[in-house]
T-cell receptor, first 113, second 111 residues
Framework: KAGVTQTPRYLIKTRGQQVTLSCSPISGHRSVSWYQQTPGQGLQFLFEYFSETQRNKGNFPGRFSGRQFSNSRSEMNVSTLELGDSALYLC????????????FGEGSWLTVV | GNSVTQMEGPVTLSEEAFLTINCTYTATGYPSLFWYVQYPGEGLQLLLKATKADDKGSNKGFEATYRKETTSFHLEKGSVQVSDSAVYFCALSDLNNDMRFGAGTRLTVKP
């Protein structure tokens, strides 16, 4: 069974631009969550989607948004990029059942210059 | 709210040494507990998990026991290898599927 797939793996953007990252969950998984990982702040929760609805949200500004499609694939968007948005963005999927094991993709490395 | 506290790193050990990475949690109810590992340049991988008190999760020689009385889930391995060098994250998930991660502990194993 294929794992969580994230695209693109690496990208470089300029301050002020926007970026869209994509995530395909494991087949059958309906929950997709996103995390930002930086050396200084560690792993921070962005948001979680289940059946196309945002179910949980972390403490990030409104420039960070996401959505989930009917096939459970998800995208996250960051607008008006800032240098501090440079990070590894990780997507994870789960069945959202009891025990809630989440499975991560390899991440998208975003560098803002 | 729920939270996870794990020992700060970095941890540096010689090959074949015994490893312990401490993890304690704060949560209402009975969360599930996890250890994830992140190798350089990769995403996080599930290492092991335990879903109820006194359960022991184990994988690849690593073990952790869910101790409700001490709210702990310490990771142990009897003999580490150079290939175990990575960052280890302790995490919990409650009944609402709210997932919380610790800050991560970087382990370096030297030959």
């Amino acid at each position: 069974k294929a794992g969580v797939t994230q695209t693109p793996r690496y990208l470089i953007k300029t301050r002020g631009q926007q970026v869209t990252l994509s995530c395909s969950p494991i087949s059958g998984h309906r929950s997709v969550s996103w995390y930002q990982q930086t050396p200084g702040q560690g792993l921070q929760f962005l948001f979680e989607y289940f059946s196309e609805t945002q179910r949980n949200k972390g403490n990030f500004p409104g420039r960070f948004s996401g959505r989930q499609f009917s096939n459970s694939r998800s995208e996250m968007n960051v607008s008006t990029l800032e240098l501090g948005d440079s990070a590894l963005y990780l997507c994870a999927s789960s069945l959202a059942d009891e025990g809630n094991t989440i499975y991560f993709g390899e991440g998208s490395w975003l560098t803002v210059v | 709210g729920n939270s996870v506290t794990q020992m700060e790193g970095p941890v540096t050990l010689s090959e074949e040494a015994f490893l312990t990475i401490n993890c304690t949690y704060t949560a209402t109810g009975y969360p599930s507990l996890f250890w994830y590992v992140q190798y350089p340049g990769e995403g996080l991988q599930l290492l092991l998990k335990a879903t109820k008190a006194d359960d022991k999760g184990s994988n690849k020689g690593f073990e952790a026991t869910y101790r409700k009385e001490t709210t702990s889930f310490h990771l142990e391995k009897g003999s580490v290898q150079v290939s175990d060098s990575a960052v280890y994250f302790c995490a919990l998930s409650d009944l609402n599927n709210d997932m919380r991660f610790g800050a991560g502990t970087r382990l370096t194993v030297k030959p």
